[in-house]
């Protein structure tokens, strides 16, 4: 059996990591999220629920205790704190597989046009992304750090991964292929151990994403 905490549960990618882990029959998922407002009702068998912060010290670290993958989905200005937080609990709670879900532009690793309207609309929000990320790579844990690029909403599975240094590619990414590259790695916690990606949909290269 394979214990997962989904941290972030209710935000759109990890709700199809979740659907995609639902009836793995040697997957157990543990689901945290701040609003139970955010609860579906359907909620998978395998799955179980806890409600609160990942700042909660005791709390995450119940949670995260006795896990084998912890699954960060998180957002906001203190992306860094929580990110340490989580790092905290699971090297108290010896758990070394973990995939944390960031943004494209941390690196200033996107070329062109695209590049400067990325900055320009976003920059100063990547800042804490950014120290996650250093966070998360000096951890010492075996760490999949995902860069989506701008995400939409279409139902496909459609992407191409870069390595960190590497330009980045396109424009966009359904929040679907972030996920299926999430579930493919919790499917197989040895690839991409180590990895730092960029994740986008082939052939969308451009100045800026097309909904924009």
Known sequence: MRNVLILGASGQIAQWVVKALADAPDVRQTLLLRDPKK??????????????????????????????????NLIGEDLDKQAQAVIAAMQAAGVKRLVFVLSLGIYDEIPGKFGEWNQAIIGEDLK??????????????DYTIVRPAWLMDEDEVDYETTAKGEPFKGTVVSRKSVGDLIAKV???????????????????????????
Request: charged share 20%; net charge neutral.
């Open 39 to 72: 609860l579906t009702g359907h909620e998978p068998a395998n799955a179980q629920v806890v409600i609160g912060n990942v700042l909660d010290k005791k709390l995450l670290k119940a949670a995260v205790t006795g896990q084998d993958i912890v699954y960060a």
């Open 186 to 212: 919790i499917a197989n916690p040895a690839l991409h151990v180590g990895a730092n990606l960029g994740v986008n949909k082939p052939h969308t290269d451009g100045d800026k994403p097309y909904f924009m």
């Open 128 to 141: 804490p992304y950014r120290r996650a990320a250093d966070a998360v790579e000096a951890s010492g844990l």
